[in-house]
């Protein structure tokens, strides 16, 4: 398992003579993660990959290839580490080396609501570096990180203060002159709502800045005169003397498109492609079989072999307008027509099972990207693996796995789930609609201290399935216990545009493990436990669209794992 430090963050707390006693650590034993989707039921064909090809929450993905190898970069908002970076021979075989923001002092989300932070990233390799640029929204605006070695450590972000807007990306032209693009306001006062424009200016490598004069290279979108909105993540590509401005357009909901213009020369004018868009699904029939939607906000790259490819992103609808998983990355060929290229002809689905290139490993299997698969972490790694992700930025050590080898040890925090800042709260994606989550736990010895499985989309909407001691013998009514040990208390909590509510809850006798679960289906959530008598349900049929981008907002999508906190019986 690939392998990533918890911390480095050195604590300056000022030592006092009287110190309340801190609350135990709450052990976990593992955690364990399977996904049972449909659509991924379909044979594999040899030479064929499954898409897409990172499943779960992986948004606007970005590409560039050094020599053999390919790298892929995806927005992640609040969480932390942020902009995971992905390796591959193939385009289809991922693998996560790394982060670009992994050191707690690069950036800070508190404050921030789990879809700022930092946005779009796009890559780009030149001469022996890796190049992202990025906008740290709410955060710090645009800036750039540098790298030799893709899988870090990457530079502190250098700020590009006078660049505004978001989506940028860098252009090396064959001259070796950088450019620097990105999606901004127009030039003079917009005509409508998501009125937006693609801007350029020289790049300054030396330095790392913007210079000379900005360029307005596309104003609203490829038809001024349908008020097109949020032209956005531009990238440049020459090819047989011609400059290629791909763009996404119509915001990323389902009218989201693809839409591609070219040029002479590198500052235009730039002519829209009479076929736009290259790439969308908004024209489908909604009642399709596994839709997918959503699909825009694509990157091109070459392979080795003289052929290009797209990345682009999508999301896999359930009921028409839910999806739990968010926008995650997809791959199809790119084929160049009359000098065009298009990515998928009008009126085509996105498919689940698609040729690949020529140079496809005979690896059938691309879990745990994609496909179903299950996954578990024994915990018995010296350090955390990178599937797991904090809630913004943790200021302090609550998690570690050198204290009880084998188990995960999680201080539980004062913060809750619908905390601002950073709870103690370990997150890896839901990556299928149909999946269950599971942990086992040591209880919780002391009252006061909450511990269990969390299903979150954001700090307003997410579902907590905990347990808790209660040193009081159960009372009339309250189901078993033990009078002299008192009991464990198991409850089932919500968060939605309706505030928090306990939805169940079950008196247990008293124990020392505890087992917990988590199942999906589409919409249809299920919360079990095993107290050491076989598994239960405390409660089915939850509404599990409440951790649907389209309820909830914004543009992430729902992660799990393992929760601890602390009520005000402990004071901090």
């Known amino acids: 398992?690939?392998?990533?430090?918890?911390?480095?963050?050195?604590?300056?707390?000022?030592?006092?003579?009287?110190?309340?006693?801190?609350?135990?650590?709450?052990?976990?034993?593992w955690f364990e993660y399977t996904g049972r989707d449909i659509a991924f039921g379909t044979p594999l064909p040899e030479g064929h990959y499954r898409n897409p090809i990172l499943a779960g929450f992986h948004p606007d993905p970005s590409i560039t290839r050094a020599g053999d190898r390919f790298y892929l970069v995806n927005s992640s908002f609040a969480y932390f580490p942020g902009i995971p970076v992905f390796e591959s021979e193939d385009l289809v075989h991922w693998n996560r080396i790394g982060h670009v923001i992994d050191r707690p002092g690069m950036l800070d989300f508190d404050g921030l609501g789990m879809s700022r932070g930092v946005f779009a990233p796009a890559i780009e390799y030149h001469d022996g570096t890796f190049y992202v640029v990025n906008t740290a929204v709410d955060s710090g605006g645009n800036f750039i990180a540098t790298a030799t070695d893709p899988a870090g450590p990457w530079s502190d972000p250098v700020w590009l203060p006078t660049v505004d807007g978001i989506d940028p990306s860098l252009f090396f032209d064959d001259d070796g002159q950088a450019y620097l693009l990105n999606n901004g306001p127009p030039a003079g006062e917009p005509r409508y709502d998501g009125h937006r424009a693609i801007w350029m200016q020289a790049f300054d490598i030396a330095k790392l800045q913007p210079v000379g004069p900005r360029r307005v290279l596309v104003d609203g979108g490829v038809d001024p005169s349908a008020n097109p909105i949020w032209i956005e993540g531009p990238h440049i590509y020459r090819r047989d003397g011609w400059y290629y401005l791909n763009c996404a357009e119509g915001g990323t909901g389902p009218q989201h498109s693809q839409v591609v213009l070219r040029s002479r020369e590198v500052w235009g004018p730039y002519v829209p492609y009479g076929r736009n868009p290259i790439l969308t699904q908004r024209d489908l029939p909604a009642d399709r079989a596994h839709p997918v939607t959503n699909a825009g906000h694509a990157d091109l790259v070459q392979a080795p072999d003289g052929n290009w490819w797209a990345t682009f992103l999508a999301s896999r609808n359930y009921g028409g307008v839910h999806y739990n998983t968010g926008r995650e990355t997809f791959l199809l060929p790119v084929e160049w027509k009359d000098g065009w290229p298009t990515i998928l002809d009008h009126g085509l689905e996105i498919p689940y099972v698609a040729p690949g290139p020529a140079f496809l490993s005979r690896r059938a299997s691309q879990a745990p990207s994609t496909g179903n698969f299950t996954w578990r972490d024994e915990f018995d790694t010296p350090e955390l693996g990178r599937e797991w992700m904090f809630v913004r930025v943790p200021k302090q050590a609550w998690a570690d796995l050198a204290s009880h080898p084998g188990r995960l040890a999680i201080e539980p925090l004062a913060e809750g789930l619908d905390t601002l800042r950073n709870p103690a709260f370990l997150a890896r994606r839901q990556q299928h609609l149909a999946f269950e989550a599971g942990t086992a736990l040591q209880v919780p010895a002391e009252a006061g201290t909450e511990a269990g499985i969390a299903a979150f989309q954001n700090e307003t909407h997410w579902y907590f399935l905990g347990a808790r001691r209660v040193a009081e013998p159960v009372g009339e009514g309250g189901g078993e216990g033990d009078a002299e040990g008192g009991h464990i208390e198991l409850f089932l909590e919500k968060s939605s545009h309706a505030g928090r509510q306990v939805v169940a809850t079950r008196a247990l006798p008293a124990t020392d493990t505890l087992l917990l679960k988590i199942e999906g289906d589409g919409g249809d959530y299920a919360f079990g436990f095993d107290a050491g008598q076989g598994w239960q349900w405390l409660a089915r049929g939850q509404d599990g669209t409440l951790l649907s981008t389209d309820v909830a907002g914004g543009f992430i999508g729902a992660v799990l794992g393992p929760h601890a906190r602390i009520t005000q019986n402990h004071e901090r």
């Open 1 to 29: 398992m690939a392998a990533v430090a918890l911390f480095s963050v050195a604590l300056a707390t000022p030592v006092l003579a009287v110190q309340p006693a801190e609350p135990a650590p709450v052990l976990f034993d």
